[in-house]
């Protein structure tokens, strides 16, 4: 007889939290069933005091079980998917960005939180806690649901992203999701390897976006040696265009130079666009920032396209004054790996700008269509040089 934790998670996609939990409770179980009457807890029995650790890593017997699974996985995704879109589709939108964007990255995040938060409570549970570790395991088990369901909600905006012919908004993202769910669920062996990727992707997209500040990162190497690069944070809530930061920086003489930077945070009056105006910060000698004005109070939109269209009008301009720097000059004739940009290597990089610009704007375009922007395709990040 399999206890009880581990046979409520013991299906499907869930597998491998089951045979986890398995080996916690019975631990748990071994050391309260000598002190429990069977009439009042008949699952709590004197032979899992002999049996811990023996609870296989158990899989649903017959298809009909898989596909019921299935429906029960689809429908959980389905259900709770379309109250996380219908009340918070900011947060969702956010979440599954970071899915789409940086799986790879959202993918390690959650294998580790994962393994660090179910191999404490196993730990604890060999250390003779383990009625302390089935209440962690309880509690991470409902994190997990929740993780996956924000998995597939991003499995469903991948599928209509990739497909010109789906339009069908937030709705058929959270359909698409719960089908792609319900497959998952009702293949065996298949469907516990893409639950725990897609969960794993949902924990660690989780983990994401609450620790970071900015929404999207856009990272573009325009030329090097020496290193150019441009990158854009961009952020939003309700639709609006929060906080955003669009800058250059040179890596030359050992370290990262910057060279220009707009800045706009709408939680910061002296960088709030709409009350004080755009300004380009420019970068000198021993730290010091001229602060040029470029428009009068402005919405934060037109304040953002203003600071692409700026940087891309005057990046030569930024990267000749600052080779011609006294501090970074002779550095640069000096070492034979950083010489100064060529003429080429510099309209190489404006290209790679204007590139890095096509793909932003579209992405911040749907940023400001909420709770539409779940039906938007996520702009890929750029990655010239």
């Known amino acids: 007889m399999r206890p009880p934790v581990a046979a409520l998670v013991s299906d499907g996609p869930f597998t491998p939290v089951a045979s986890l939990a398995s080996i916690v409770e019975t631990q748990a179980l071994a050391e309260i069933a000598p002190h429990v009457r069977p009439e009042f807890a008949p699952h709590v029995r004197p032979e899992f005091a002999t049996t811990a650790f023996k609870s296989p890593i158990t899989i649903w017997s017959t298809v009909g079980e898989w596909v019921l699974g299935g429906v029960l996985l689809g429908l959980f995704v389905g259900i709770l998917g379309g109250l996380f879109v219908r009340y918070n589709s900011q947060g969702v939108r956010r979440i599954t960005d970071h899915a789409l964007t940086d799986p790879i990255e959202a993918f390690v995040w959650g294998v580790g939180l994962f393994v660090a938060v179910v191999g404490g409570a196993i730990l604890i549970g060999l250390l003779g806690a383990g009625v302390i570790a089935i209440p962690v395991l309880l509690v991470f088990f409902v994190f997990i649901l929740v993780a996956e369901v924000f998995g597939f909600l991003a499995v ?230």
């Open 156 to 385: 469903g905006r991948y599928a209509v992203g990739e497909s010109s012919r789906i339009d069908g908004g937030p709705r058929l993202v959270v359909l698409l999701a719960a089908a792609a769910a319900l497959l998952a669920g009702a293949v065996p062996a298949l469907g516990t390897a893409v639950g725990f990727v897609v969960g794993s992707i949902g924990i660690g997209a989780i983990y994401l976006d609450h620790r970071r500040e900015y929404d999207r990162e856009f990272e573009t190497r325009l030329a090097g040696p020496p290193w150019l690069t441009s990158r854009v944070r961009i952020g939003a809530e309700n639709g609006e265009l929060t906080r955003f930061v669009v800058e250059l920086t040179y890596w030359a003489a050992g370290e990262e130079h910057d060279l220009v930077q707009y800045v706009h945070d709408a939680d910061r009056g002296d960088r709030d666009v709409t009350e004080s105006g755009l300004y380009a910060n420019v970068f000198g000698e021993a730290g010091a920032v001229e602060a040029e004005r470029l428009t009068d109070p402005a919405s934060a939109d037109d304040a953002f396209e203003h600071s692409l269209t700026h940087l891309g009008e005057n990046l030569e301009t930024f990267v000749r004054e600052f080779e011609r720097r006294p501090d970074v000059g002779p550095e640069l004739q000096e070492n034979e790996f950083d010489e100064p940009l060529s003429d080429g290597e510099l309209r190489d990089a404006a290209a790679r700008l204007r590139e890095q610009r096509t793909e932003v704007l579209p992405y911040v375009g749907y940023l400001l269509d909420e709770p539409g922007a779940l039906a938007h395709p996520v702009g890929r990040q750029s990655s010239g040089g």
